[in-house]
């Protein structure tokens, strides 16, 4: 239910050679089609039969009328005669929605026995396809083709992919990220240019005092305090000391929960999509104050959807709400990760991914246990609850985007989570992954790419769906998995900075 005020337009292309019974035969084909498509059970998003196209005028109209209507997040266009592609130009000028070319058929196999002239000039995606490819190819208009027939569960799975990722885009057009604070002082990878990120990946970056948060802080009530620390020993696995009121740990509990209740509130007034925080801005001790990093309150706020980013990570608060929105519905979670330790052991040498709080619960393979620990780190050191599991093991994707200067590179890595050993003296959430295609490349291979040590990660996703969000923004994509050389991927990486810097001349 999480896509259903979103709608994929799905015009076919024709033109008027054929005859009024062609026409006809177009609609009604096009109409089943859409139908089958709808009923398969296999897309998220519903879609929606625009008619056919015969004309320039009529192209141009109904791409215009796509760009306009807030529920369209994505254009499929398909052949079913041949449409002479000039009469395209002009839409595919107009289309600032994200477009897939499906080429298809409306039969599956060659009517043998009865196929005439009539069915020839009837049904002419083979080539009608290829014109309309021709013209995307020459005006470099960015779109995914998918190949296959309609009722085919591969066909109907690449469609449902890139839908997922129309939505999450849609979703970043309007998305907000507020940071409290400001970025960690003097981290260069997760700084970038806020007004080529609004330009180019849609979301607004603004900045909030944290005496503005702590106004809210201040009018939290009591009572939604008491019956939100309720709703957490529901929620969790927790010692039992902790519901004891007199203790020191109840009272850090209470107070993560009052900065849970004041960050909702705030998110919530400033229609905010995500947010980052800083451990050394968390309010002034002679007035409201966070006693520690609200880490157990980004832990949740992240589950519900939230994009969240540590140390002022704007890039990836909004990465990670994209990597939510794509992913509902999808069974096995995501999560906001760091670069935490390595563990060298051969073939299973791996990455240990934590942070010092923030990990998306999602991703838990048992019941979270809610705990109160000491955190040495930030302007204030103190007792401070979080949740702690471990994560789900089996394959994912994390992904992450670095601003390069004169453009953003969004960097893709297949990774393996594996079992982990218990973390006794370390109480905070984790994951423990091998990057493939090995340790050794995998990392090597971030490295030269310049990729952060925080990413956003998923069980869900592919690398299909990274390829579809960077052909929509438009941006570059490297990708590291099981066919990742270092030699090639350093070519790549050569290949790609004169491409964009070319890409700019050729558009
Ligand atoms: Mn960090």
Same mark, same amino acid.
């Given at each position: 239910?999480?896509?259903?005020?979103?709608?994929?337009?799905?015009?076919?292309?024709?033109?008027?050679?054929?005859?009024?019974?062609?026409?006809?035969?177009?609609?009604? #084909?096009?109409?089943?089609?859409?139908?089958?498509?709808?009923?398969?059970?296999?897309?998220?998003?519903?879609?929606?039969?625009?008619?056919?196209?015969?004309?320039?005028?009529?192209?141009?109209?109904?791409?215009?009328?796509?760009?306009?209507?807030?529920?369209?997040?994505?254009?499929?266009?398909?052949? #079913?005669?041949?449409?002479?592609?000039?009469?395209?130009i002009h839409g595919l000028q107009e289309l600032k929605k994200p477009l897939l070319h499906l080429h298809t058929q409306f039969n599956k196999e060659i009517p043998w026995d009865t196929m005439d002239m009539d069915f020839m000039n009837l049904n002419q995606s083979a080539h009608g396809d290829r014109e309309f490819g021709h013209i995307c190819a020459r005006m470099r208009v960015r779109r995914k083709v998918v190949v296959g027939h309609?009722?085919?569960?591969?066909?109907?799975?690449?469609?449902?992919?890139?839908?997922?990722?129309?939505?999450?885009?849609?979703?970043?057009?309007?998305?907000?990220?507020?940071?409290?604070?400001?970025?960690?002082?003097?981290?260069?990878?997760?700084?970038?240019?806020?007004?080529?990120?609004?330009q180019v990946l849609g979301y607004h970056v603004d900045y909030c005092p944290v005496s503005e948060l702590m106004e809210y802080h201040r009018t939290v009530k009591e009572e939604e305090v008491n019956a939100l620390v309720k709703e957490y020993f529901k929620a969790y696995d927790h010692a039992a000391e902790l519901e004891n009121p007199q203790t020191e740990a109840y009272r850090v509990v209470w107070n993560a929960a009052k900065a849970e209740l004041a960050l909702?509130?705030?998110?919530?007034?400033?229609?905010?999509?995500?947010?980052?925080?800083?451990?050394?801005?968390l309010g002034q001790t002679d007035g409201s104050y966070f006693d520690q990093i609200p880490g157990l309150a980004s832990q949740r706020l992240m589950a519900e959807g939230y994009g969240f980013g540590a140390e002022g990570d704007w890039k990836s608060a909004a990465l990670y709400r994209t990597v939510w929105f794509m992913s509902q519905g999808l069974p096995t979670g995501c999560s906001f990760l760091e670069d935490y330790t390595l563990n060298f052991d051969g073939k299973n040498s791996a990455i240990l991914q934590a942070h010092m709080l923030e990990v998306c619960p999602l991703i838990a393979a048992q019941k979270p246990r809610l705990e109160v620990h000491f955190l040495g780190i930030g302007i204030r050191k103190s007792q401070t609850a979080r949740l702690v599991f471990t994560s789900k093991t089996g394959n994912g994707c994390?992904?992450?985007?670095?601003?390069?200067?004169?453009?953003?590179?969004?960097?893709?890595?297949?990774?393996?989570?594996?079992?982990?050993?218990?973390?006794?003296?370390?109480?905070?959430?984790?994951?423990?992954?091998?990057?493939?295609?090995?340790?050794?490349?995998?990392?090597?291979?971030?490295?030269?790419?310049?990729?952060? #040590? #925080?990413?956003?990660?998923?069980?869900?996703?592919?690398?299909?769906?990274?390829?579809?969000?960077?052909?929509?923004?438009?941006?570059?994509?490297?990708?590291?998995?099981?066919?990742t050389t270092i030699p090639d991927f350093k070519k790549e990486l050569r290949m790609n900075e004169v491409y964009y810097l070319l890409n700019k001349a050729l558009c």
């Open positions: 239910m999480a896509f259903e005020n979103f709608e994929i337009w799905f015009v076919t292309g024709a033109q008027l050679l054929y005859g009024g019974d062609a026409v006809v035969a177009v609609d009604a #084909h096009s109409n089943e089609m859409v139908k089958g498509l709808n009923e398969s059970g296999k897309l998220p998003v519903k879609v929606v039969y625009k008619g056919t196209v015969n004309s320039s005028k009529e192209i141009t109209e109904a791409f215009k009328a796509a760009n306009n209507d807030a529920k369209c997040i994505g254009m499929i266009t398909w052949m #079913h005669t041949f449409s002479p592609a000039k009469m395209w309609w009722q085919d569960e591969e066909t109907q799975r690449k469609i449902g992919v890139w839908m997922r990722v129309c939505a999450a885009w849609a979703d970043a057009q309007d998305m907000l990220i507020i940071r409290f604070g400001d970025q960690m002082n003097n981290v260069a990878v997760t700084d970038g240019d806020k007004v080529t990120a609004e909702r509130a705030i998110l919530k007034a400033k229609g905010a999509k995500g947010f980052t925080t800083n451990f050394d801005d994390t992904a992450t985007v670095v601003d390069m200067g004169n453009r953003f590179r969004l960097i893709v890595n297949d990774v393996k989570c594996i079992e982990p050993k218990p973390l006794p003296k370390l109480p905070v959430a984790s994951a423990l992954w091998i990057p493939q295609p090995n340790f050794e490349i995998g990392a090597g291979a971030w490295i030269l790419a310049g990729g952060t #040590h #925080h990413s956003c990660f998923s069980y869900d996703l592919t690398k299909e769906y990274w390829e579809d969000y960077a052909e929509i923004a438009g941006i570059e994509m490297v990708v590291i998995d099981e066919n």
